[in-house]
């Protein structure tokens, strides 16, 4: 199979589908692989390197998307590339269609099978292994801004997250236990914040329970115990994932109302159109803006900040399911590999996920493998 990486033509985003080794491994497995000029310069992967592991450069996109079988990305296609997506070529690549019915349109239009990283569950059915280490990532990260942004001359309130003997530390709300729920939280602990994490699942409760032993405190998940909350917050971080769905509403713009001048909300679930009611999509260029004297961080792409641990971490992840991709093809990859299926959003033209199809209003159809 001929596999192509383009660059990553998205607002500052700097890694990369497949660093030099991973193309190793491809090419190791007898297939081809194309990347294109200056694909990995953001996080000092050379030309050259890649050539060494095997991959012939390209000169531009439009190349590689001619010619290749399947195409490795990190971020979702962008309009120009959608355009240039073909009938029946593959498509991996983080997708989060929920909140974007431009692109799924487009997609279905091109008639590609678009795989997506962010519905890929585990071999039991259960988490999402393509995901986890770029929420491993955005929950670290989450900490470190809502501290950042906490500082006076960014917006913030002027507190220290972890406080100094006699003064009281930054009180942290992370809304959902999850993967990068639970990351935000042992990294906002680790800086001293003061710690409360809403979660739903009694078994994640426990989990959470277990693991922070009263370094935090953990409670059910309600409405009205978060609405009961936020006075007191200093930083509220948004990590509440639904696989494949748009992200529910949990802070509404009344209740900002409530809160302190100068606190900081950082919302990990952007992608997936955001757990809070005025958050929207910003860069790293532009990352933060403020609503009723409340500054939120809703950065689309929060592991781009840090790109070169971001792309290593998720080729890692990525790599045993594009070998698969290429050695078997994708009908067989996703039919013989336990939790692969539940990856394909659209193909021919059809949107295959029904998280997908339902957060969009669009119609579902199920593909045979």
Not at 85 to 112: C, G, M, P, V, W
Not at 304 to 310: C, D, F, K, N, Q
């Given at each position: 199979m001929l596999v192509g990486v383009p660059k990553e033509i998205k607002k500052q985003e700097h890694r990369v589908g497949m660093v030099p080794s991973a193309v190793g491994e491809m090419v190791k497995h007898g297939h081809k692989v194309l990347v294109e000029t200056g694909a990995g310069a953001g996080i000092n992967f050379s030309d050259e390197e890649y050539k060494k592991a095997g991959a012939e450069i390209a000169a531009n996109a439009a190349d590689i998307f001619a010619k290749a079988d399947m195409i490795i990305k990190v971020k979702e296609p962008q309009p120009n590339e959608c355009a240039m997506l073909r009938e029946n070529q593959i498509l991996f690549t983080y997708l989060h269609l929920a909140a974007d019915k431009d692109q799924a349109l487009a997609l279905q239009k091109s008639k590609s099978i678009c795989i997506a990283y962010e519905t890929v569950t585990g071999f039991d059915g259960r988490g999402l292994p393509l995901l986890a280490p770029m929420s491993e990532i955005a929950g670290r990260l989450s900490a470190q801004i809502g501290a950042d942004y906490l500082m006076k001359h960014k917006g913030g309130l002027g507190r220290l997250m972890g406080g100094v003997p006699g003064v009281q530390p930054a009180t942290v709300l992370v809304l959902g236990g999850g993967v990068s729920g639970f990351n935000a939280a042992r990294m906002a602990v680790g800086l001293g914040a003061k710690v409360t994490i809403f979660e739903r699942s009694p078994e994640r409760?426990?989990?959470?329970?277990?693991?922070?032993?009263?370094?935090?405190?953990?409670?059910?998940?309600?409405?009205?115990?978060i609405e009961a909350a936020l006075p007191e917050a200093d930083v509220v971080i948004g990590a509440v994932l639904i696989p494949g769905a748009s992200a529910p509403r949990l802070i509404t713009k009344p209740m900002l109302k409530t809160m302190k001048k100068g606190s900081v909300l950082v919302d990990i679930a952007i992608d997936q159109g955001g757990c809070f009611e005025t958050s929207k999509p910003t860069t790293h260029g532009e990352p933060t803006y403020v609503v009723d004297d409340v500054v939120h961080y809703c950065v689309a792409n929060m592991p781009g900040a840090v790109p070169l641990s971001s792309a290593l971490a998720l080729n890692q992840a990525v790599l045993p399911y594009a070998l698969a991709l290429a050695d078997k093809g994708w009908q067989a990859a996703l039919k013989d590999i336990p939790g692969f299926a539940p990856g394909l959003n659209v193909a021919f033209g059809k949107i295959t996920h029904k998280g997908v199809a339902e957060s969009l209003n669009l119609p579902y159809e199920s593909v045979s493998l």
């Amino acid at each position: 199979m001929l596999v192509g990486v383009p660059k990553e033509i998205k607002k500052q985003e700097h890694r990369v589908g497949m660093v030099p080794s991973a193309v190793g491994e491809m090419v190791k497995h007898g297939h081809k692989v194309l990347v294109e000029t200056g694909a990995g310069a953001g996080i000092n992967f050379s030309d050259e390197e890649y050539k060494k592991a095997g991959a012939e450069i390209a000169a531009n996109a439009a190349d590689i998307f001619a010619k290749a079988d399947m195409i490795i990305k990190v971020k979702e296609p962008q309009p120009n590339e959608c355009a240039m997506l073909r009938e029946n070529q593959i498509l991996f690549t983080y997708l989060h269609l929920a909140a974007d019915k431009d692109q799924a349109l487009a997609l279905q239009k091109s008639k590609s099978i678009c795989i997506a990283y962010e519905t890929v569950t585990g071999f039991d059915g259960r988490g999402l292994p393509l995901l986890a280490p770029m929420s491993e990532i955005a929950g670290r990260l989450s900490a470190q801004i809502g501290a950042d942004y906490l500082m006076k001359h960014k917006g913030g309130l002027g507190r220290l997250m972890g406080g100094v003997p006699g003064v009281q530390p930054a009180t942290v709300l992370v809304l959902g236990g999850g993967v990068s729920g639970f990351n935000a939280a042992r990294m906002a602990v680790g800086l001293g914040a003061k710690v409360t994490i809403f979660e739903r699942s009694p078994e994640r409760l426990r989990f959470l329970d277990d693991y922070f032993e009263g370094r935090a405190t953990i409670i059910y998940s309600t409405a009205s115990d978060i609405e009961a909350a936020l006075p007191e917050a200093d930083v509220v971080i948004g990590a509440v994932l639904i696989p494949g769905a748009s992200a529910p509403r949990l802070i509404t713009k009344p209740m900002l109302k409530t809160m302190k001048k100068g606190s900081v909300l950082v919302d990990i679930a952007i992608d997936q159109g955001g757990c809070f009611e005025t958050s929207k999509p910003t860069t790293h260029g532009e990352p933060t803006y403020v609503v009723d004297d409340v500054v939120h961080y809703c950065v689309a792409n929060m592991p781009g900040a840090v790109p070169l641990s971001s792309a290593l971490a998720l080729n890692q992840a990525v790599l045993p399911y594009a070998l698969a991709l290429a050695d078997k093809g994708w009908q067989a990859a996703l039919k013989d590999i336990p939790g692969f299926a539940p990856g394909l959003n659209v193909a021919f033209g059809k949107i295959t996920h029904k998280g997908v199809a339902e957060s969009l209003n669009l119609p579902y159809e199920s593909v045979s493998l």
